[in-house]
């Protein structure tokens, strides 16, 4: 099974159409289901629009520039080498230069450009393992709401003017309404007349937190605040 799931179906002496269009097809079949697979484990919290055709496209994509490789003959091990640097390189690309800010979006991309590359290599049974582990935890991890952040872990914002001591100044607001707190950062804004604080804590109970926001407005002359669920605020990602 071991010997057999890690053998390649394209031949060494050269490819067969046959073998090159089942690659390919198998990678469509793929982006496929690791679009439908993003799309419902995303189902409660939005994604964009585009992702999902470049989740379809990725792995057909990519195993057709790896069967394009062999048939020009990039046999040699600098040519594999070229060819894994390539695969690096893509990856990076995908890391660095894309627009997306969730990580599991990019995960995604990761998975449909890796089952892509291993399809064009023509390891399809040790791809087809690969992608159903892959698909296996994805489903574990969606049902058991492993990743769901915390409801109790949250960002304060909190805006007091230049003229207000703010060392400690909620200091005992936080202690009776989290478990715990901490200062991450100050900012000056509106031209240096009001400083920004920004806060990290653990809510003791989420029913009070419109009384915990009134007190912090006694303290603070009623300016801004802000409480969000750590895991969207994008400053904190």
Do not use: H
């Amino acid at each position: 099974m071991v010997l057999s799931a890690l053998d390649s179906i394209l031949s060494s002496d050269g490819l067969e159409w046959w073998s090159s269009l089942l690659c390919v097809f198998i990678s469509i079949i793929m982006g496929f289901v690791i679009t439908l697979m993003y799309r419902f484990y995303k189902r409660n919290k939005g994604f964009s629009g585009d992702l999902p055709l470049s989740l379809i496209l990725m792995p057909a994509l990519t195993s057709s520039i790896v069967l394009i490789s062999r048939i020009i003959g990039l046999t040699s091990e600098t040519a594999r080498t070229t060819l894994g640097f390539s695969l690096v390189g893509m990856l990076c690309l995908v890391r660095f230069r894309s627009v997306q800010k969730d990580a599991t979006d990019l995960i995604f991309i990761m998975f449909s450009i890796i089952t892509g590359f291993l399809n064009g290599l023509g390891y399809l049974l040790y791809g087809a393992i690969v992608f159903v582990l892959a698909i296996i935890v994805i489903l574990i991890v969606s049902f058991t709401k492993i990743s769901e952040p915390s409801i109790k872990e949250m960002s304060l914002k909190v805006v007091v003017p230049e003229n207000l001591n703010y060392d400690n100044l909620f200091d005992d607001i936080l202690k009776e309404y989290t478990d715990k707190w901490n200062l991450k950062s100050v900012k000056t804004t509106d031209f240096g007349t009001m400083f920004e604080l920004n806060y990290i804590l653990i809510i003791k109970d989420n029913s009070k937190q419109k009384e915990f926001i009134d007190k912090i407005r006694e303290r603070n002359g009623n300016l801004n605040i802000s409480l969000s669920i750590r895991r969207f605020n994008t400053q904190n990602q």
